[in-house]
T-cell receptor, first 113, second 117 residues
Framework: GENVEQHPSTLSVQEGDSAVIKCTYS??????FPWYKQELGKGPQLIID?????GEKKDQRIAVTLNKTAKHFSLHITETQPEDSAVYFC????????????FGQGTELSVKP | ETGVTQTPRHLVMGMTNKKSLKCEQH?????MYWYKQSAKKPLELMFV???????ENNSVPSRFSPECPNSSHLFLHLHTLQPEDSALYLC????????????????FGDGTRLSIL
């Protein structure tokens, strides 16, 4: 089955710097890759997603890139702010998963003012 | 507003108690999910319902019993739980499940924090 590895597990950046979180997946048939942000005491919130027919997607300060050949995708946050501090999860899904999302282990991002 | 509401937000129960978790989605979705989130572990999918029919049961112990009376409501009935069942239980919904093999965005509630004494 699909396996998703996420790195790093913790990331600390200074306010205004960029943050990058990377995920690798094992099933080349996976075609949908969402990213979730989970703040303390809250459930995961979808922040951006990408399908396998595009290589990059941007939404203001966040962007996701997908490299299908290498089977990895990354979340990029620019001009980080303290309110970006949270746990971020990547996930992968596709035909072989029957629509289920397979999640990475999570990255705890800390943005220091 | 997440569109997915879970109650209660916190629950403390003894191992011999029986309790239920409730989830309600206001998004008009056809699929609903239960996940378990433990510290330092990825989200674990427990159950999936599509159009009120259970389509996935990931080897979950029988002390967890789901119920989906309609496409907007999902319950998780709990009985004789173990200390290792203490976790955050998350409900999610999506428009459909597994349609044509394409994954879909899932929308999560804020979870029920369950503590087993």
């Amino acid at each position: 089955g699909e396996n998703v590895e996420q790195h790093p597990s913790t990331l600390s950046v200074q306010e205004g710097d960029s943050a990058v979180i990377k995920c690798t997946y094992s099933d080349s048939a996976s075609n949908y890759f969402p990213w979730y942000k989970q703040e303390l005491g809250k459930g995961p919130q979808l922040i951006i997603d990408i399908r396998s027919n595009v290589g990059e997607k941007k939404d203001q300060r966040i962007a996701v890139t997908l490299n299908k050949t290498a089977k990895h995708f990354s979340l990029h946050i620019t001009e980080t702010q303290p309110e970006d501090s949270a746990v971020y999860f990547c996930a992968a899904s596709g035909y072989n998963q029957g629509g289920k999302l397979i999640f990475g282990q999570g990255t705890e991002l800390s943005v220091k003012p | 507003e997440t569109g997915v509401t879970q109650t209660p937000r916190h629950l403390v129960m003894g191992m011999t108690n029986k309790k239920s978790l409730k989830c309600e989605q206001h998004l008009g979705h056809n699929a609903m999910y239960w996940y378990k989130q433990s510290a330092k572990k990825p989200l674990e999918l427990m159950f999936v319902y599509s159009l009120e029919e259970r389509v996935e049961n990931n080897s979950v112990p029988s002390r967890f019993s789901p119920e989906c009376p309609n496409s907007s409501h999902l319950f998780l009935h709990l009985h004789t739980l173990q200390p290792e069942d203490s976790a955050l239980y998350l409900c999610a919904s999506s428009q459909d499940f597994g349609r044509e093999g394409f994954g879909q965005p899932q929308h999560f509630g804020d979870g029920t924090r369950l503590s087993i004494l």
